[in-house]
């Protein structure tokens, strides 16, 4: 998808500027006939291309062709990519602030800096999406601290990595990451209507919940944090739109911050995992809990800890192979059309 | 008996400042004086030179080239032959401004010109430059920089050996800093800013930005096969680091080195280390005592040195030739 921050809508209270999401519903705002372009093709301002030495060329780049944008994919354009390839579906889920971007920016940091399981990048058709998810963990944003901005988006985006095992030239491994907002799977969880509409989710490979280990510590909130993340799963369940094949990943995030100590922690903790194992174990074929710490504030584990260990699944083929039992589609009236796209098949796997 | 013709289209790519209209000038005076052996062989003049010919006095002159800028990009067209062979490429090789191949990256849109040389080209240079090649830098990993850098001053206070040399080069034999993380001994260090920055494409490492023009390129071409010289320009300055260039571009640009080698089946590719000015400008030294201009060039591929600038592009053209001959 091209960036939206260089779309501007006019209409009187649509909510392009500050979530994202369009008026009148387009998944891609680019497409609804009242955004408009901020500016022309080239989003440079006069004063950077002055600084850049280069004379203002802006009449000469009026017959442009426009590329592929980079940034977040929608249903309708991941769909596209699972029509030619069989690429795996990861959906990340859970509350506000749990951490799903900052998991995706560590696996591409991760990436950019080495192999992953023995897996090498081959390619991304949202690299500048990923460049914008690490962007504020990076020194050139001028952040003291490393941060991550929140996904706003209602409808799921997608990013996208093609990978190739590094012993042989063998086939390419496309990963589709899902990230919607946190808020999405909050109203999922308090209401059956909402929950539903994530019908999407029937065609993930792996759907991973995770658990804010910054709130899991705090005696006051952690209860609360525990039943929220079990009502999302519980509802999505309900719901029919979380399937027994789905491999369910469980995470616990942050645990850097917890006091290795402290014994009432590691006691809830235990709490935890048997809360998942007892209510879900038999729901699903595979339920995982792991911890991890993708952006350690401690010395005590290293970058990404834990994050190859969520990845080895969708990587390994005996583990996780492109199915040939995927879910039909929902019928017609309950699918928007373009995302009835995502159901396409990939011709190779037909003819498999 | 006529020669047989074969038309070469190349597709050079790279960012602003990396040193294609140098390479190009050094290029060009090595065909027309043929003073390396078995370098690529000037089969006969273009009718236009004048462009060559003027950017090959400012390089044997040891004078700036100015930089090419979007308006005047040109295509120019030489005539070569591989050593002892009778067919002739027609070399169209476009003089590009690295401010185009930035647009490509932040706007999200390329020129017609581009759209048409990447559909049908299959041969590929792609240009970087050391002091561009900074890895991305986490916040985090500078906050225990700083801390080392920290516990090396106060190292050196005490008088303790070497800390100070080690604290600025942070490079190990094998290239990578203690604590495995890459440090660039010839590039530049990230300039901290001064305000927190809101997102821009422009911000994006340049390895991702690198491997994004490759991608465009391949999209373009519809992923037909194509062969690959990835040219590290200014290789002078990454000699201390005793990396070869594969090996360099493994340390320094992780992501693009796995993405090479990860599409080296659809993409054959092979890369050098260049220096095709020899040494600084305003600097030369010794090097103004050579006899032949071609002295100043070092180009390295694998374990092997030698002064043939063509190299990159035999490389390319070998393939074209096998491709002729079936």
């Known amino acids: 998808m091209q960036d939206i921050k260089n779309l501007v809508c006019n209409q009187a209270g649509c909510p392009l500027d500050s979530t994202g999401e369009c008026l009148e519903g387009f998944d891609d705002p680019h497409r609804c006939p009242h955004a408009k372009p901020r500016i022309g093709p080239s989003n440079l301002s006069s004063e950077e291309v002055a600084t850049d030495g280069d004379e203002v060329v802006t009449e000469a780049m009026a017959d442009w062709l426009q590329l592929p944008g980079g940034y977040e994919l929608t249903i309708n354009e991941a769909g596209e990519i699972t029509a030619r390839t069989e690429a795996q579906v990861v959906m990340l889920a859970g509350e506000p602030d749990a951490g799903k971007t900052t998991l995706i920016a560590t696996i591409y940091e991760l990436l950019s800096s080495d192999v992953i399981d023995n897996f090498r990048f081959a390619g991304s058709e949202t690299i500048l999406a990923f460049e914008r998810a690490c962007f504020p963990s990076r020194i050139v944003s001028g952040n003291r601290k490393p941060d991550t901005v929140r996904t706003r988006h209602p409808r799921p985006r997608f990013y996208h990595l093609c990978l190739r095992p590094d012993t042989a030239i063998g086939p390419r491994k496309h990963l589709l990451l899902g990230d919607v907002s946190g808020e999405t799977f909050r109203r999922a969880s308090d209401d059956l209507a909402e929950a539903k509409k994530l019908h999407i989710l029937r065609r993930v490979d792996a759907f991973v919940l995770i658990l804010d280990g910054d709130k899991l510590r705090n005696r006051k909130e952690r209860q609360d944090a525990l039943e929220r993340a079990t009502l999302i799963l519980r509802s999505l369940v309900d719901a029919g739109v979380l399937l027994r094949h789905t491999v369910i990943q469980v995470i616990i995030s942050k645990i850097d911050c917890f006091d290795p100590d402290d014994k009432n922690t590691s006691k809830f903790l235990l709490h935890v995992r048997h809360e998942f194992a007892t209510k879900f174990g038999a729901l699903f074929d595979r339920l995982v809990i792991l911890e991890i710490a993708a952006r350690p504030d401690t010395e005590r584990f290293e970058f990404g800890h834990g994050v190859r260990e969520i990845m080895r699944p969708w990587l390994q083929e005996s583990d996780f192979q492109w199915k040939m039992d995927y879910p039909a589609a929902p019928p017609p009236g309950q699918l928007r059309e373009s995302d009835a796209f995502f159901w396409r098949r990939s011709l190779h796997a037909e003819t498999a | ?326």
């Open chain 2, 1 to 326: 008996m006529q020669k047989p013709r074969k038309p070469i289209r190349l597709l050079a790519m790279g960012l602003p400042q990396v040193g294609k209209t140098t390479f190009l000038a050094a290029f060009w005076h090595l065909l027309t004086s043929g003073e390396v052996r078995d370098s690529l062989v000037l089969a006969e003049f273009q009718p236009s030179r004048d462009h060559l010919n003027t950017i090959a006095t400012l390089w044997r002159k040891w004078e700036e080239i100015p930089r090419t800028t979007l308006p005047k990009e040109r295509v120019v067209t030489v005539n070569v032959s591989l050593p002892g062979k009778d067919q002739v490429f027609e070399l169209s090789v476009p003089d590009a401004s690295g401010e185009g191949f930035k647009r490509i990256f932040e706007t999200r849109h390329c020129s017609r010109e581009f759209e048409d040389l990447a559909t049908d080209s299959r041969e590929l240079l792609l240009f970087l430059h050391p002091k561009q090649a900074v890895p991305p830098q986490r916040i985090d990993l500078e906050v225990d920089k700083l801390s080392d850098d920290l516990d090396n001053l106060l190292d050196m206070i005490a008088g303790a050996p070497n800390s100070a040399t080690d604290a600025t080069m942070g490079v190990g034999v094998d290239g990578t800093a203690s604590g495995g993380h890459a440090q660039p001994a010839a590039a530049e260090e990230t300039q901290i800013p001064s305000e927190i920055l809101k997102w821009n494409a422009k911000y994006s490492a340049y390895q991702a930005k690198l491997v994004d023009l490759l991608q465009v390129a391949s999209r373009l071409r519809c992923e037909q096969p194509a062969r690959l010289a990835v040219v590290i320009s200014a290789w002078d300055r990454c000699e201390r680091e005793k990396l070869q260039p594969e090996a360099w571009i493994k340390a320094r640009l992780p992501l693009l080195y796995q993405y090479l080698v990860a599409n080296a089946d659809v993409c054959d590719f092979a890369v050098f280390g260049v220096s095709a000015q020899g040494a600084e400008l305003k600097a030369p030294g010794a090097l103004l005592d050579n006899i032949r201009a071609s002295d100043r060039i070092k180009v390295t591929s694998g374990a092997t040195e030698s002064k043939d600038l063509t190299l990159p592009i035999k490389f390319l053209l070998e393939s074209a030739a096998k491709d002729s001959a079936k």
